[in-house]
């Protein structure tokens, strides 16, 4: 419902920047600058398809290409978990962090990293050794879906998932695992190494990802994307109430099953490769809600879309302006993302008084 | 006569604990509009989400074709009953055609899309509840009166057979009481069934076929216009404090008429 052509428009738009950025990733950086040619040929090379560049160049093309593909699928994937939960809790406060998703999965990768810590933090720094990576991305998505289905069975009674509740419960949860990572990190406050990858896990990192990130976060992206077509009207009958939708003919119960999985699915994934990124799931479906209003077909894809152009211009600006200060992602994030929504906010404080 | 959906015995507790409904049967016909009565907490809107199966009864069964109504699929059921709510939990950031096709979602098929007959339902629906001129509007700036409209409008598109209306002219200026319940007549004369909640004794004198008058959960009393709006029936209900009278009607008939009266002290 809605429609029209500007979302198509925008939606081509936003697709069409989602892929110069991957270029600009290949491209830029403070060190080593390609042309053109040689970065797309070493982007086929890193795909598997023609040859490759000659010795270290070749190395950083395959980083820099990783690097670019995880932060857009991270960015689409924590957008549309951000849109489908504030579509379901019909509250733009509402973000994948409060379904202790963000938390869940950093006690995850903490706990990980502790278990690592005893062979020694090259270990963990060094992608060219072993499995830690995985290890760590494997142990922050168990504890990311732990958690979120953790805090739905607090939340829901007789099959039946009380919307309040669960903000309470997700409140309730996120404040107990920041206690146990608190406790986690003054444990270890004397072994500076491990210390350090908690920290950088803390804050997100797209540093040294490979196909296996790329895999990991893309399938959940895929499947999360799937249920698009099957909740975006409901979402938009959601927003008179769950029993008006139900008067309407909308399976609730269902359609809730389907919007929290897939929030859940996408927003783990994404937490589990690149650790925690706040406040995008929160600010660009706001940010595309100001531009094509409610309508949730619209708001789904492009804040999908949206999400992934976020992350990589965000990712961008880091690499070329702070790149010898190393902020990570999380950090940018806040630091740019914060000031912008304020302003916005400030700007279109009527026209966000709907919600 | 045939028989939409029937109730019977109906017991609910909201929370297990507070009761609600006790015993409740009711019929409704094809046809007819029949008309909930009762003060404020007898268990009227408990009864409209009962009929459209948003509450699941602690005892007793709706039944919709003969079929307990919570074991057909949403959809299908919409298809067949549709709600004018009393109010909405929230108020959509929606515009009014938008909202209205709100009522078409139980007719689109696998990818939800509205084809042409969905447009022209909601366009014939917004036309009869007056509001065809409001299609464009958001509905944040609609006035009370015009948002109930809104909400009979989409109860429209929806196409059921069966409309259950929870006040659906409380915040309604006369002249738009008057449409609205010349709306449901229509619809009613065209086979449809309605049940109707309302306060409101003289548009119920007006275009009811029967009256169910409830108290505390209970059925206390259920027949035609005639039997129900007198002095003997009501002040079991309301006590004391309302005024009777008769309106002389089409032929010899008289409509019986009732107000809240203050009778001097």
Known sequence: MGGGRKPLLIGLLLALTWILFIGLELIAGSDVIPDLAT???????????????????QAIMELRLWRGICAGLVGASLALSGALLQGLFRNGLAEPGILGLNAGA???????ILVLGGYGAQFLDDPGLGASPFLIAGFAFVGSVGTGVFIML??????????????????????????????????VLADFEVQRALMSWTWGTLDDRGPTHAAMVG???????????????????????????SALGVPVGFTKLLVLGAAALS?????????QIAFLGLVVPHLIRLMVGNSHRSLLILSLLGGAVFLLGTDLIQRNFFGSWQLQPGVMMSLIGGPFFLYLLFRRRRSLSAW | MVSLLQARALNYAYGGEIPALDRMDLDLQAGELLALLGPNGSGKSTMIKMLSGLLRPDAGEVLLAGKDIRSHHPRERARQVAVVPQVLDALPGQRVGDFVMGGRYAHM??????????????????????????????????????????????????EAEILLCDEPTASLDPEHQLMVLELLRAVVDAGMGVVLVSHDFNLISQFSDRVLLMDAGRAVAQGSVAEILRAEVLSQVYGSRLLFAEIPAEGSAVSPMVLPWRWSK
Not at chain 1, 41 to 52: H, K, P, S, V
Not at chain 1, 156 to 184: E, K, Y
């Open chain 1, 106 to 112: 950093t006690l995850g990768a903490s706990l990980a």
């Open chain 1, 39 to 57: 970065a797309l040929q070493g982007a086929m090379a890193g795909l598997g398809m023609g040859e490759a560049l000659e010795g270290n160049l």
């Open chain 1, 154 to 187: 607090v939340a829901s009674f007789g099959g039946r998932v009380s919307v309040p509740t669960l903000l309470l419960t997700g409140i309730a949860v996120n404040a107990c695992i920041s206690g146990l990572l608190a406790a986690i990190q003054s444990a």
């Open chain 1, 267 to 275: 927003c783990a994934c994404a937490v589990a490769v690149a650790g």
């Open chain 1, 219 to 245: 399938s959940g992206l895929f499947l999360s994307a799937l249920v698009i077509p099957f909740v975006a009207v409901e979402l938009d009958l959601f927003a008179a109430g769950e029993e008006d939708a």
């Open chain 2, 109 to 158: 098929g696998f990818w939800r899309s509205a084809d042409g007959q969905d447009r022209a339902a909601v366009a014939s629906a917004l036309d009869r509840a007056d509001v065809g001129d409001l299609a464009d509007r958001l509905l944040s700036e609609l006035s009370g009166g015009q948002r109930q409209r809104v909400l009979v409008a989409r109860a429209f598109a929806q």
